[in-house]
């Protein structure tokens, strides 16, 4: 059997799981099928900050004369509207370096997304044979080896089948989370040097589960100054801790304890960020909690994420303690870890790596 994969099978898959595709973390479909000018593009979401992301999506490769359209009604939609930041991101099977580094030029990003990953994901029921995956696009292929693609999705989770683990309810679940999230910023409140919360969890929807986390990140990080399109990105700097809600393949619940990179921090700069931490951390013998892992190694088996943050912690199970756990974990990488992500920090904002200025008064 060979399965046909479609624009609107990519759409329906990226709505219904966008931070497994989009690699990005608390976004909420706003509208489909949106229009800016006479172009229309396939989706519109809104992150948890209320920062807008169009996507626009290829079946196939992305073609040259895709591009220049993307590029053209992108232009019309800043000119039009020049008070509001939005970002644009394409979507595409395969797409050629030339129209990568194009994009990039252009303050676009981009996922390149193998058709075996959506069908994968569609495929929710168990097969009694492997089908053979297809494309409607005979130029869709994998890209070279090296190039940066999303994790694979090769587990399948079977809606029906029931999770042994108690907190299956997500009412129960969502109250659990509250709990855990005011105990453990209260912990944080204990701990010296200062924190600055940037995202407080305790105030989050209980019908939006991708919105159930609380960011945070030490004084001596710094914080936003001026004005500029990386003012819309709440109070951090682009390099801070989250305490996040997630699932494992089973929808058995967890926390996460990790420390991410997103906007104002530039995307070009982000790769060399986490390789020179990662040395240095791995030269100087800053200690990590049991569990923790570094860059390029943040992948835990089980779990949707993609291993893309600086530091990520073993997942907890979310339950009575999780929140002294995570504080454990904590008042170990508050001491040199943190001191040492700072020094970068101030090391990249002099090299022009933020899209705003920062204070580290």
Same mark, same amino acid.
């Given at each position: 059997?060979?399965?046909?994969?479609?624009?609107?099978?990519?759409?329906?898959?990226?709505?219904?799981?966008?931070?497994?595709?989009?690699?990005?973390?608390?976004?909420?479909?706003?509208?489909?099928?949106?229009?800016?000018?006479?172009?229309?593009?396939?989706?519109?979401?809104?992150?948890?900050?209320?920062?807008?992301?169009?996507?626009?999506?290829?079946?196939?490769?992305?073609?040259?004369?895709?591009?220049?359209?993307?590029?053209?009604?992108? +232009?019309?939609?800043?000119?039009?509207?020049?008070?509001?930041?939005?970002?644009?991101?394409?979507?595409?099977?395969?797409?050629?370096?030339?129209?990568?580094?194009?994009?990039?030029?252009?303050?676009?990003?981009?996922?390149?997304?193998?058709?075996?990953?959506?069908?994968?994901?569609?495929? /929710?029921?168990?097969?009694?044979?492997?089908?053979?995956?297809?494309?409607?696009?005979?130029?869709?292929?994998?890209?070279?080896?090296?190039?940066?693609?999303?994790?694979?999705?090769?587990?399948?989770?079977?809606? *029906? %089948? /029931?999770?042994?683990?108690?907190?299956?309810?997500?009412?129960?679940?969502?109250? %659990?989370? %509250?709990?855990?999230?005011?105990?453990?910023?209260?912990?944080?409140?204990?701990?010296?040097?200062?924190?600055?919360?940037?995202?407080?969890?305790?105030?989050? /929807?209980?019908?939006?589960?991708?919105?159930?986390?609380?960011?945070?990140?030490?004084?001596?990080?710094?914080?936003?100054?001026?004005?500029?399109?990386?003012?819309?990105?709440?109070?951090?700097?682009?390099?801070?801790?989250?305490?996040?809600?997630?699932?494992?393949?089973?929808?058995?619940?967890?926390?996460?304890?990790?420390?991410?990179?997103?906007?104002?921090? /530039?995307?070009?700069?982000?790769?060399?960020?986490?390789?020179?931490? *990662?040395?240095?951390?791995?030269?100087?013998?800053?200690?990590?909690?049991?569990?923790?892992?570094?860059?390029?190694?943040?992948?835990?088996?089980?779990?949707?994420?993609?291993?893309?943050?600086?530091?990520?912690?073993?997942?907890?199970?979310?339950?009575?303690?999780?929140?002294?756990?995570?504080?454990?974990?904590?008042?170990?990488?508050?001491?040199?870890?943190?001191?040492?992500?700072?020094?970068?920090?101030?090391?990249?904002?002099?090299?022009?790596?933020? %899209?705003?200025?920062? +204070?580290?008064?």
């Amino acid at each position: 059997m060979t399965v046909k994969l479609t624009e609107s099978m990519m759409e329906d898959a990226i709505v219904a799981e966008p931070e497994r595709f989009l690699d990005e973390s608390g976004l909420k479909l706003v509208a489909r099928q949106y229009r800016v000018g006479s172009y229309i593009f396939d989706l519109l979401f809104e992150d948890r900050r209320g920062a807008k992301l169009i996507v626009e999506i290829q079946l196939g490769t992305l073609d040259r004369n895709h591009t220049y359209k993307i590029l053209d009604y992108y +232009d019309e939609y800043k000119a039009k509207q020049p008070g509001q930041f939005i970002d644009l991101m394409v979507v595409a099977n395969r797409i050629p370096y030339e129209r990568r580094h194009r994009l990039s030029a252009n303050g676009i990003s981009w996922r390149e997304i193998p058709v075996e990953n959506f069908l994968a994901s569609i495929s /929710r029921s168990p097969a009694k044979e492997t089908p053979t995956i297809g494309v409607s696009d005979p130029s869709c292929e994998a890209g070279p080896p090296g190039m940066d693609k999303p994790h694979t999705l090769t587990k399948i989770h079977n809606p *029906s %089948q /029931r999770s042994h683990n108690p907190m299956a309810d997500a009412p129960e679940a969502f109250r %659990q989370f %509250q709990k855990q999230t005011t105990l453990f910023l209260a912990g944080l409140e204990k701990i010296e040097p200062p924190v600055r919360i940037t995202v407080d969890g305790r105030n989050v /929807r209980p019908d939006n589960p991708g919105n159930w986390f609380s960011g945070f990140s030490p004084v001596s990080w710094g914080s936003k100054i001026g004005t500029g399109s990386g003012t819309g990105y709440g109070g951090g700097v682009g390099v801070g801790y989250g305490f996040t809600y997630t699932k494992n393949s089973r929808r058995e619940h967890f926390m996460r304890l990790a420390v991410g990179i997103e906007n104002p921090f /530039r995307k070009d700069y982000r790769d060399n960020f986490r390789k020179e931490a *990662s040395v240095a951390i791995a030269t100087q013998k800053i200690p990590l909690p049991s569990g923790c892992q570094i860059w390029p190694d943040t992948k835990f088996d089980d779990f949707g994420f993609r291993g893309t943050s600086l530091l990520e912690c073993q997942p907890m199970a979310l339950g009575e303690d999780t929140w002294s756990e995570a504080i454990k974990n904590y008042s170990i990488l508050n001491k040199g870890f943190d001191q040492l992500i700072g020094q970068l920090i101030r090391k990249y904002s002099g090299l022009g790596a933020f %899209q705003v200025d920062l +204070d580290f008064g």
